[in-house]
């Protein structure tokens, strides 16, 4: 790292660093940049369901299924799947 290259506090990386980051995602074949996002999806995905285990630890799978359809889809769509309303059980 150069002297007068600083990094921003919320940066974990230099300038530098996230434009080479950034040309090797662009170089990657697809079939490994779609992976990456499966697996950022699903880490998405794990952290909802611990957070919402934290929050309703006496919930079943079947309240937490719903809870994590709130955090994704539109309140509208699901009342109408689910027959739950997120805004009057929680998210």
Do not use: C
């Not at 290259?5 to 230099?14: F, K, L, R």
């Not at 697809?30 to 995905?45: E, G, V």
């Not at 794990?46 to 539109?74: G, M, N, S, T, V």
């Amino acid at each position: 790292m150069k002297r007068n290259e600083t990094i921003n506090p919320a940066q974990d990386s230099t300038p530098d660093a996230e434009r080479v980051l950034i040309e090797m995602t662009r170089r990657a074949p697809m079939w490994k940049r779609a992976a990456q996002l499966d697996d950022l999806i699903s880490a998405r995905h794990a952290l909802i369901l611990a957070d919402l285990r934290r929050r309703y630890p006496q919930a079943d799978a079947d309240e937490l299924r719903k809870r994590l359809a709130a955090r994704h889809l539109p309140r509208e769509d699901v009342i109408r799947i689910f027959n739950w309303n997120p805004e009057k059980e929680g998210y």
